[in-house]
């Protein structure tokens, strides 16, 4: 018999019974869940992914909610598991849900939530850190320092690229992308090439507006073009930052004949998902051109890397911290709690997942209604007219 999951319990006589799979941080989630009569267990295993067998421990045969991470996979077992154990919700702490079966979820009548709204400048600030440490060679100076190498000023000594006036190019410029060019367009004066499904008004109107005030005080003004592919943008950008979703269209968006219409000494990061690279051709391109520098923050097959991305001193590899700000981590967590906590309560579903502030303001209570639920329509939840 497999033995048991540690496992620590809050309010232990609550009438709901809500399982998070890791320990999250901050005390809030916790305490509005066990304000609100929960029993929670918080698995508190050594072990960073947990696996099938064991979350189906931890459901056991009551269950009302679970509080998820983006490295499970939740499919047709697991929510088959809690739907039989009487659990309504289910809550990645994430934005992303590419681990989540949604039709699984729906054919069992569980609640998905997910934790939009609250990571859109941590992320994008974690992008334009990779972007300028990659610039500046940052990582690999660092090296050389912390191993003795360096014994005096060289005028070739690990000489970057000037962001200044350069063009930065995104790929993907909702939210975490729109946030990100306005980081380096006003942050380094950069001019500004994107390409998305959708035009981004407001992004525009911001580098506009920016370009007019530099040209006012006799500098030089910023620019901004919308590409009608993203080739154009690999072609013209010299740093390049990729925020689209993950799907069969951006499967392998830059692959060995895109990384291909770069520029020689192009910069590309990614802090969107990992198989939106073809990995073991960015390998390959980084090797035959020194020059060309990354930034990664995932992977093609996380926690790995391919063969040789560890090797390579013109790449910046970071793991998965993109939202790794203690506000934001702290936020995901109780918004995870208030989607389960939400459903189990009955809860009507807020109206704008990006507008989660009522919900992390720790001087009030929070709106009585569930964050974000991604297959609300699905399960004809009502919408909450707060």
Request: one cysteine or more.
């Amino acid at each position: 018999m497999a033995k048991p999951l540690q496992i620590e319990v809050y309010n232990p006589n609550g009438k709901y019974r809500v399982i998070s799979t890791k320990p999250m941080p901050g005390t809030r989630w916790i305490n509005l869940l066990i304000e609100q009569d929960c029993r929670l267990e918080i698995c508190t295993q050594k072990k960073t992914i947990l696996s099938v067998e064991d979350i189906i421990s931890l459901i056991g045969d009551k269950c009302d909610g679970v509080i998820g991470q983006l490295t499970e996979e939740w499919g047709e077992t697991l929510f088959s598991a809690l739907s039989r154990a009487g659990g309504k919700a289910f809550s990645n702490m994430a934005v992303g849900y590419n681990n989540v079966d949604v039709n699984a979820a729906n054919k069992y009548g569980v609640a998905v939530g997910n934790t939009p709204g609250v990571l859109t400048e941590t992320t994008a600030e974690l992008a334009a850190s990779l972007s300028l440490s990659a610039a500046r060679r940052i990582v690999e100076a660092d090296e050389f320092m912390r191993i003795g190498l360096y014994d005096g000023w060289l005028p070739h000594l690990f000489v970057g690229n000037l962001l200044k006036g350069q063009t930065v190019g995104v790929i993907g410029a909702g939210r975490i992308g729109s946030a990100y060019a306005r980081m380096m367009v006003e942050g380094f004066k950069m001019n500004l090439i994107y390409y998305d499904l959708y035009q981004a008004t407001r992004l525009e109107k911001f580098v506009t507006a920016y370009g007019q005030f530099l040209k006012a005080n006799g500098e030089q003004p910023v620019t901004w073009k919308r590409a009608s592919s993203m080739e154009e943008v690999l072609r013209e950008a010299d740093v390049i930052s990729l925020h689209p979703i993950l799907d069969k269209t951006t499967y392998h968006l830059v692959n060995k004949e895109r990384l291909a219409m770069m520029k020689k000494e192009a910069i590309l990061v990614n802090c969107s998902r990992g198989p939106v690279v073809d990995e073991v051709a960015l390998v390959e391109h980084l090797k035959a051109n020194p020059m060309f520098r990354v930034g990664l923050d995932v992977f093609e097959d996380e926690p790995y890397m391919k063969p040789g991305l560890a090797d390579m001193k013109n790449a910046i590899v970071v793991p998965h911290i993109a939202s790794a700000s203690k506000w934001t981590r702290e936020g995901m967590a109780t918004l995870a709690a208030l989607n389960v906590l939400g459903k189990i309560k009955g809860y009507p579903i807020w109206s704008d997942p990006n507008r989660v502030e009522p919900f992390l303001d720790e001087n009030s209570r929070p709106p009585a209604a569930c964050p974000s639920i991604v297959n609300s329509k699905a399960l004809g939840l009502p919408v909450s007219k707060l």
